[in-house]
């Protein structure tokens, strides 16, 4: 009798352990090859990659364009991005000196989730003897805590 039972519990022992390896094959196919896929955004002979979930997807200027004095600023951004329908975009020198401070407006209702149009222009005065600088935006985070903290980066190249 217990060698029955034995045998019978352990026919359904080893279903559940190939149902198990089975259903964990399947989520990491999920995980690791069924990522995020990414599109190719380009101006030109300029092209870079963008993930469909990025925070922030910047149109105008393209990473590497070349700028000048005054900067019109263009993209879409999370609504969480925004306080009061402005994000805080600063320009800085490849070296990380400051050379301007502004702000992009979101050009519809900015408190949502989604992603939200933006638009801004940014001047200032060309940097001397510098060649590349980085335009980056920055959360509006109005309560100042570490963890709503988070910025994007677009590389840009000065006129001469």
């Known amino acids: 009798m217990v060698g029955v039972l034995y045998d019978r519990y352990k026919n359904m022992f ?6 198990l390896v089975i259903i ?11 990522g995020e896929k990414e599109a190719e955004v380009c101006q ?8 469909p979930e990025e925070d922030v997807v910047v149109t105008s200027p393209l990473a590497n364009e070349v700028v000048s004095e005054t900067i019109i600023i ?10 009061e329908a402005t ?11 400051e050379i301007a401070i502004g702000f ?7 408190m ?3 992603h939200v149009p933006f638009k801004g ?3 200032f005065v060309m940097p001397e003897g510098i060649e590349n600088g980085i335009l980056v935006f920055k959360t509006a985070n109005a309560a100042g805590l570490p963890q709503f903290d988070d910025s994007f980066e677009v590389p840009v190249r000065f006129s001469e």
Not at 44 to 51: L, M
Not at 74 to 83: I, N, Y
Not at 87 to 97: R, Y
């Open 44 to 51: 030109g002979d300029d092209c870079e990659a963008v993930k």
């Open 87 to 97: 994000m805080p975009v600063n320009l800085l020198a490849q070296d990380g000196t």
């Open 14 to 19: 080893k279903r559940i352990i190939f149902l």
């Open 24 to 34: 964990a094959i399947v989520f990491l196919g999920v995980v690791f090859i069924g």
């Open 104 to 110: 992009v407006e979101a050009t519809s209702d900015w």
């Open 121 to 123: 222009e940014l001047k």
């Open 112 to 114: 949502v989730e989604d």
């Open 74 to 83: 263009e993209g879409r951004a999370k609504g969480t991005w925004f306080f």
